[in-house]
């Protein structure tokens, strides 16, 4: 749920500015990397793919003052580049001069909080990056600083579910529209359908084990709209999800199906290169209720995902995980699935959320107490890894930040003492933005998540983290 709040009367700020060589070749990328002078805020502006005559960018700016509501950054093109395109604000261009502003759904940005939003572009003869920005009309400025290369994955780096194999607890699902979860996978992470034809066109990996095309998307929806759908199954069980199909509430798409995601509403950085997510807003899910090699019953798996933490709200529920085949409520312990939100109409955590929490059916639950478990806590890293893992009687909750540090746990102990949980009676479907019985009023961001066989051990999961943060979110 975003906070609504005034702008402060002065607005405190700093700049990231940032730059790095422009290479006019074709495919060559430019990352440009912030340094924030200052309390106030910090804006990233990244080069994620370059050719001839033309670029694409992310800009983020991340709020290290007072809480704002309503934006605009401005700066001057330094050698009359042309903005072709963007998403995730509206802009006017005079001359060099450009203004970019909010849209309504990512006008206010709290104190910590970031926006971001993209582009794409034109250049003659060179393309380098703005020195200054102002945001809401007080400047930020700062020295350039020397680039970072981009980050690119070792050909011999072992992925996500390479390292959930080498535990013994192997993937039985693994989606993301970011990158590739295995060293070996090559194919592709998503489809996306465009308005203008209704055309498909699916999105790969630029090499065995690598990011998302991400300019490929962009080619193909340039100047009209792309929904996101199919995330395909990297771990070769066809576990794919698609458009949910109505359950026990029916969704806001034609036929009672939930809506699919725009595929160009939440832009990032991986490895040093652009990459989409999958951002849900309330009436948008994804499913499948037929899948292979899902734990059923009572049986062990893990899972974690990617998310946003700072794109929430109270409404139910924003899963990702283990739920009904028949998209309906059929009693306790049919779910097992990573929530992330701040309602409290079920179980909650310490001070206002958001929560990690698991999904159990008739349930969210921070712990082994059907409401309040005080070690479960608010949690809101712009880049959040979230971990929810479950066997006979024994359940756990783990967090942290993905772009850095170590996970936490939150809760490792018993099933919760309610009954209809001991033993659980998972049923095997695999949601993403939505409730078991097709609840589909929360919103949030979807980066990547796998599913595995087997209970993992916290030293896998440990391994799975520094692998997140080596992937560089940003």
């Known amino acids: 749920m975003r906070q609504i709040s005034t702008l402060r009367r002065r607005v405190a700020l700093s700049v990231a500015a940032i730059a790095a060589l422009s290479t006019a070749g074709v495919g060559v990328a430019a990352t440009h990397v912030a340094s924030a002078a200052a309390a106030g805020c910090e804006v990233s502006y990244t080069v994620t793919n370059q050719w001839s005559g033309g670029f694409g960018a992310n800009v983020s700016v991340n709020n290290l003052g007072d809480p704002i509501n309503g934006w605009k950054l401005t700066w001057a093109f330094p050698a009359g580049q042309t903005i072709t395109q963007l998403w995730n604000g509206t802009y006017t261009q005079s001359g060099a001069q450009v203004t970019v502003s909010n849209v309504s759904y990512n006008g206010s940005i709290p104190s910590g909080g970031s926006t971001s939003f993209g582009f794409n572009g034109s250049w003659n003869g060179s393309n380098p990056v703005p020195t200054s920005f102002a945001l809401n009309g007080v400047t930020c400025t700062g020295d350039v600083s ?173 899963d990702y995980g283990n739920a009904e085949t028949n998209s309906r409520d059929n009693g306790n312990g049919t779910m097992e699935a990573i929530y992330f939100g701040n309602i409290k109409v079920w179980g909650y955590g310490a001070g206002n959320g958001p929560w990690i929490m698991a999904d159990l059916e008739n349930g969210l639950f921070s712990g082994v107490n059907q409401k309040y478990n005080a070690n479960d806590p608010t949690i809101s890293h712009r880049y959040l890894t979230a971990i929810i893992k479950g066997e006979p009687n024994h359940w756990s909750i783990r967090g942290g930040n993905a772009q850095s540090g170590n996970l936490s746990t939150f809760y490792n102990g018993p099933r919760p003492n309610v009954p209809g949980y001991n033993p659980m009676k998972k049923e095997g479907a695999i949601i993403l933005g939505i409730g078991g019985d097709n609840s589909h009023g929360a919103a949030g961001t979807f980066y990547e998540g796998v599913m595995t066989s087997g209970y993992p051990t916290d030293a896998t999961e440990n391994a799975v983290q520094a692998n997140i943060v080596a992937a560089g979110y940003r």
Request: charged share 15%; proline share 10%; hydrophobic share 25%.
């Open 146 to 318: 020397t680039p970072t290369p981009p980050v690119t994955p070792p050909p011999s780096s072992r992925q996500p579910c390479d390292i959930y194999a080498a535990g013994g607890t192997p993937c039985v699902a693994a989606h993301s529209t970011t990158r590739a979860l295995y060293a070996s996978y090559n194919g592709p992470l998503y489809q996306v359908r465009r308005s203008s034809d209704n055309t498909t066109r699916d999105i790969g990996v630029l090499s065995a084990g690598g990011g998302a095309d991400a300019a490929t998307q962009d080619s193909f929806c340039a100047g009209t709209t792309c929904l996101i759908t199919i995330i395909y199954d990297q771990s070769g069980r066809n576990n794919r999800l698609t458009q949910a199909p109505p359950g026990g509430f029916p969704g806001p798409a034609p036929g009672g199906y939930d809506n699919l995601a725009n595929a160009t509403k939440a832009p990032t950085t991986v490895y040093g290169r652009k990459a989409y997510g999958v951002y849900v807003d309330p009436g948008v899910g994804y499913r499948n209720n037929t899948t292979n090699g899902i734990a059923k019953g009572d049986q062990p798996e893990g899972m974690y995902a990617i998310f946003d933490g700072t794109h929430y709200n109270g409404g139910c529920c924003f």
